[in-house]
């Protein structure tokens, strides 16, 4: 199985918005209300951000938005702030397991 | 608070075996799945598995089926994650990770630093 594909890197200056794209198949992405997308500081472990496609975990800024069309799921950051520069990864269930995006590096101007 | 505890970082040489463990504390072990994710040095996360401390049900990823075991304790609220034969590609940082019913990783473990080295 190959990864989700998303872009390698994007970029924006504080207070604006961003998109990260997470694009897959009609076997996973497609298929199942089950993205999910995580955070990742330098040395740190993931956090969750945001599940079932859309929905956010309790404590999680609501700057952070998740949605889907076909087999592309998107995380927008709104409002972009210095430490939001961190590694995004989507994922998805694939109907026996879950398979990750590669992962995108975002950096805030 | 619920909180996923790991095992602290080994160096190994290849060919030989190690496991690492994973301790559940501040929530019901037995009620979620317990995943493991590998990330090698400077690359992004990958899923090998999980594990239902309940019955021990087990599914794999295709990419690690065969390369490595995961087992439970569910006595002492402990998962595992086992080499037999290691290889100098197995290090990495291994995390694990409480996996809800939809499949979503809401508790990470620190990570446990992996180094396999002549």
């Known amino acids: 199985q190959s990864a989700l594909t998303q872009p390698a890197s994007v970029s924006g200056s504080p207070g604006q918005s961003i998109t990260i794209s997470c694009t897959g198949t009609t076997s996973d992405v497609g298929s199942y209300n089950l993205v999910s997308w995580y955070q990742q500081h330098p040395g740190k472990a993931p956090k969750l951000i945001i599940h079932?496609?859309?929905y956010r975990p309790s404590g999680v800024s609501d700057r952070f938005s998740g949605s889907k069309s076909g087999n592309t799921a998107s995380l927008t950051i709104s409002s972009l702030q210095a430490e939001d520069e961190a590694d995004y990864y989507c994922c998805s269930y694939t109907g026996s397991g879950v398979l990750f995006g590669a992962g995108t590096k975002l950096t805030v101007l | 608070e619920e909180q996923l505890v790991q095992s602290g970082a080994e160096v190994k040489k290849p060919g030989e075996s190690l496991r690492i463990s994973c301790k559940g504390s501040?929530?019901?072990?037995?009620?979620?799945?317990i995943g493991w994710v590998r990330q090698m040095p400077g690359k992004g996360l990958e899923w090998m598995g999980v594990?239902?401390?309940?019955?021990?049900?087990?599914r794999y990823s295709p990419s690690f089926q065969g390369q490595v075991t995961l087992s439970v304790d569910k006595s002492i609220s402990t998962a595992y994650l086992q080499w037999n034969t290691l290889k100098a590609s197995d290090t990495a940082i291994y995390y694990c990770?409480?996996?809800?019913?939809?499949?979503?990783?809401?508790?990470w473990g620190p990570g446990s630093l992996v180094t396999v080295s002549s």
């Open positions: 079932e496609d859309k």
């Open positions: 990770v409480r996996t809800g019913h939809y499949w979503y990783f809401d508790v």
């Open positions: 594990i239902y401390p309940g019955d021990s049900d087990t």
């Open positions: 501040g929530y019901y072990f037995t009620s979620y799945w």
